[in-house]
């Protein structure tokens, strides 16, 4: 029997984990926990723009001009549900709200590199 160090897999591809050989769809699995957060058009440019840095609402909506309030919302408020953005009330008037991607939130960069990556070798 070999030993595996953690992020090292035995199969190439494949994650040295029992969840790796679930049967079906399972919302603790990683992958399934990866995908949820990035779920739905545009979260994946919201993202980049705050990888980029620190954005306002105003400034998202500059960077984004096709994209409706409604969705950029709801966007926001998924990213912060699944601990990738932190929403930040600034003081003053009127009220401003600075978006910033959490520890968690800035390691998706290698993530979206890596999507990209795929993406392009496919063309």
Request: proline share 11%.
């Amino acid at each position: 029997m070999t030993h595996q160090t953690v992020g090292h897999p035995a199969r190439p591809g494949l994650p040295d984990d029992p969840l790796a050989d679930v049967t079906e769809p399972d919302p603790s699995c990683p992958v399934e926990i990866t995908l949820a957060a990035l779920r739905g058009r545009w979260t994946t440019l919201v993202v980049r723009e705050l990888l980029r840095g620190d954005r306002g609402y105003t400034d998202l909506r500059r960077a984004l001009p096709a994209l409706s309030d409604k969705v950029l919302s709801e966007r926001l408020a998924q990213l912060a549900q699944a601990g990738v953005v932190e929403r930040r009330r600034l003081p003053g008037w009127p009220p401003r709200t600075c978006y910033t991607l959490t520890p968690r939130g800035r390691g998706l960069a290698p993530v979206l590199q890596a999507l990209w990556d795929w993406g392009a070798a496919g063309e």
